[in-house]
Nanobody, 123 residues
Framework: VQLQASGGGLVQAGGSLRLSCAAS???????ASWFRQAPGKEREFVAA????????YYAERVKGRFTIYRDNAENTVYLQMNSLKPEDTAVYYCATGNATTSSYYYKESYYYWGQGTLVTVSS
């Protein structure tokens, strides 16, 4: 499966962005997730959605501000980001794989990755 991420950009603190990740070649695997990587830091989990059923999971630092959702017909997963903060600045990556409820937050659980899209939040 090929993943194409888009939607990043420059936004002021308090603003919103919506990221998209379209899959081609086949549908998403059991989980579709977003991770992010800030300069000089490890790639970290942001949000995940179980493709069948739609159960969602969030990192504590984005809970209440970010929403992950999917469009099955479009084979696309989205990340709606509201109330953005400068510390949300990072390259955001979408990923998919047969993670489990105990492993969805580990980047090692994902086989396929998008190319990343840069989100910059200015203060």
């Amino acid at each position: 499966v090929q993943l194409q991420a888009s939607g990043g950009g420059l936004v002021q603190a308090g603003g919103s962005l919506r990221l998209s990740c379209a899959a081609s070649g086949r549908t998403f695997s059991r989980y579709a997730s977003w991770f992010r990587q800030a300069p000089g830091k490890e790639r970290e989990f942001v949000a995940a959605i179980r493709w069948n059923g739609g159960t969602t999971y969030y990192a504590e630092r984005v809970k209440g501000r970010f929403t992950i959702y999917r469009d099955n017909a479009e084979n696309t997963v989205y990340l709606q980001m509201n109330s953005l903060k400068p510390e949300d600045t990072a390259v955001y990556y979408c990923a998919t794989g047969n993670a489990t409820t105990s492993s969805y937050y580990y980047k090692e659980s994902y086989y396929y990755w998008g190319q990343g899209t840069l989100v910059t939040v200015s203060s």
